[in-house]
Each structure stands twice: as structure tokens, then as C-alpha cells.
Nanobody, 123 residues
């Protein structure tokens, strides 16, 4: 059974940092593109960042320079380091894994999803 388990969300003040984690099991992890999406209640899910099997990274303009995605294939884990957080970063963050990803921001390209972890940026 394939599982993605996201964790690390919480309440942080503007300008603060959080590190999200996503642990995978049941997948051949090194071959997958791993991505973080986020969703605000009442809005569409938004692509945040991706890292592919070659360790190339891609970021949405809204988080570029503040967020860093990384992976460890031996641990079957992917992380999202979030710095200089803003209130508009408040959302539920989801990790996703896809083996053939033609577009990083296309949700249909991802076979597996984590359950989401809530990040709240507020003073």
C-alpha cells in the first residue's frame, strides 16, 4: 500500500520559518517527482514546488527565494523548508508523488497524495 504522510505544519508568526516533511512508503521513491501543493479554503489547490528524480527543483513565483524543496531517497522523504513566511502562505499543504510528470503544476499527473498539513502564518 502506498502512503504519503505529511507533517510539520503549525502556527508561526510572519517572518518565521517552518519545515514540512513528507514520508513515503510503498513506492520506488527515487523515480518519482515529488511536489508540494497548497490550498486555502474556498480556493483551488495551488502548486508550490517540485523536485524531480534528477534533483532539479522548481518553484512557484510566489515562494521563490523563500522556500526550498529537498529530498532524501534513502529515507524516502521530501521536505519543504519555508522561510520568511507571510500571512498569504497560510494554507493546507499537500505532498504528492508522480512517476511521469509532464507539468509540475498539473494535479492529474500525480498518482499519490498525502493527507495535508495546516500552516497558519499569523501574529
Amino acid at each position: 500500500e502506498v502512503q504519503l504522510q505529511a507533517s510539520g505544519g503549525g502556527l508561526v508568526q510572519p517572518g518565521g520559518s517552518l519545515r514540512l516533511s513528507c514520508a513515503a512508503s510503498g513506492v520506488t521513491f527515487p523515480y518519482y517527482t515529488l511536489t508540494w501543493f497548497r490550498q486555502v479554503v474556498g480556493k483551488e489547490r495551488e502548486w508550490v514546488a517540485s523536485i524531480n528524480s534528477a534533483n532539479s527543483t522548481y518553484y512557484a513565483d510566489s515562494v521563490k527565494g523563500r522556500f526550498t524543496i529537498s529530498r532524501d531517497n534513502e529515507k524516502s522523504a521530501v521536505w519543504l523548508q519555508m522561510n520568511s513566511l507571510k500571512p498569504e502562505d497560510t494554507a493546507v499543504y499537500y505532498c504528492a508523488a508522480g512517476i511521469v510528470v509532464l507539468r509540475n503544476d498539473l494535479e492529474g499527473d500525480y498518482e499519490f497524495w498525502g493527507q495535508g498539513t495546516l500552516v497558519t502564518v499569523s501574529s
